[in-house]
């Protein structure tokens, strides 16, 4: 979460349209801090329920396995 409020306030400064809200599912590359990936959770309601989602696939799945699931490309 921490990583979303940095990245939302640089958002911020510099104008960017592309900037997490709090609400977004972020996933972010632990070794190069690239954002990976990123999609709106809806409202803040919803956010626990989705970051969960995550949490439980990320407990089961392979990262390629993951990735796939998700939509985004794995390295």
Do not use: C, K
């Not at 409020?5 to 632990?30: E, Y």
């Amino acid at each position: 979460m921490a990583m979303t409020v940095l990245l939302g306030i640089v958002g911020s400064i510099t104008g960017s349209q592309t900037a997490p809200s709090l609400t977004d599912l972020v996933i972010i590359d632990r070794v190069s801090g690239d954002v990976i990936y990123s999609t709106p959770s809806g409202d803040l309601s919803d956010a626990p329920a989705l970051l969960q989602t995550a949490r439980d696939e990320l407990a089961v799945l392979t990262p390629a396995q993951f990735a796939s699931e998700w939509g985004f490309p794995h390295n």
